[in-house]
């Protein structure tokens, strides 16, 4: 390496923001950037990024069924996407001669995949490791999902979100829109009415995006809702979503053995309730919701 060691942190940064380009038109594809974080993981937790096919078709196919977008595709084919076309962008190899998307000669030949060695060499880095961890993480999912996404990978989310930024630029956020969007609901949950306050302060309540910040969601009224911490997760890992009338649907592939959790069938169906003169979620913003996060289908009563 000629250059300095922070031209070579800047590339590494680059080549795996370049993942995030695949995207157009707000669609979702997190599959390759899951499989860096997974690679990240195991490279922290073993010194070696080496992950086998094995796990690819059990860990990597949990990862992109609850944290990706809703799919009919199969698991182990769902992996094994990523798994081989990460390849083609200079970051991934296989310790085979395999061709793309085919499950069957991934497990045939026990295929082990890993980072390209001068990348996993730079990403022993701590510092660097962590850097491109949030950097992939943040521009995939919002605030309420990365930590579990982290965790998901064996990463430490405080370590990592938390971490001193000299690295990424970020899209500027307008600090108004948080406040604008729990007045214009009265300071209580959308969903379930919650208005819980500490002193003069609101507690336990937030301002959810519809359409995801991170795909191009605006800080306006229509694409927000006030939600409970809780039904704020539940909305975001598609769990609750909205439905053409703006009815609350609960997907039916939420399952809860509790009284308490069993509550939150309770919603399924029901209206939001605005104040008077709220704009409601606008319809482009719902669609994109519902095609790129909820996990339908919806209950049937
Ligand atoms: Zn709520």
């Given at each position: 390496m000629i250059h300095g060691v922070v031209d070579q942190q800047n590339e590494v940064l680059a080549r795996l923001s370049s993942?995030?380009?695949?995207?157009?038109?707000?669609?979702?594809?997190?599959h390759k950037p899951l499989l860096v974080l997974l690679a990240l993981g195991q490279l922290s937790a073993t010194g070696t990024s080496e992950i086998s096919w094995a796990t690819a078709a059990t860990k990597l196919a949990d990862l992109i069924r609850d944290y990706g977008p809703p799919s009919a595709t199969q698991p182990a084919q769902s992996a094994a996407y990523p798994f081989t076309r990460l390849r083609s962008d200079g970051i991934w190899t296989l310790n085979a001669d395999v061709p793309m998307d085919r499950v069957q000669p991934l497990a045939a030949n026990a295929v082990v995949g890993r980072l390209e060695p001068l990348l996993e060499q730079a990403l022993r880095d701590a510092g660097l490791a962590a850097a491109a961890a949030r950097q992939l993480v943040e521009s995939e999912f919002p605030p309420t999902i990365a930590p579990d996404v982290l965790m998901a990978v064996g990463l430490d989310p405080d370590a990592i979100l938390g971490a001193a930024d000299g690295y990424t630029a970020r899209r500027r956020r307008r600090g108004s829109w948080p406040v604008a969007i729990l007045e214009a609901w009265d300071r209580?949950?959308?969903?379930?009415?919650f208005d819980g306050q500490l002193g003069a302060a609101t507690v336990g309540i937030e301002a959810a995006h519809v359409r995801w910040f991170t795909f191009g969601g605006p800080d306006a009224v229509d694409n927000g809702l006030a939600l409970c911490s809780l039904h704020h997760k539940l909305f975001d890992r598609g769990v609750l979503g909205l439905g053409d009338d703006l009815r609350i649907i609960v997907s039916s592939r939420f399952t809860s053995r509790t009284t308490a959790g069993q509550s939150v069938y309770e919603l399924h169906g029901r209206p939001l309730r605005p104040r008077p003169g709220t704009s409601l979620p606008a319809a482009a913003h719902v669609d994109w919701h519902t095609n790129e996060?909820?996990?339908?289908?919806g209950l049937t009563l």
């Open positions: 993942l995030r380009q695949h995207q157009q038109g707000g669609t979702r594809s997190p209580q949950c959308a969903f379930c009415g996060v909820f996990k339908g289908p």
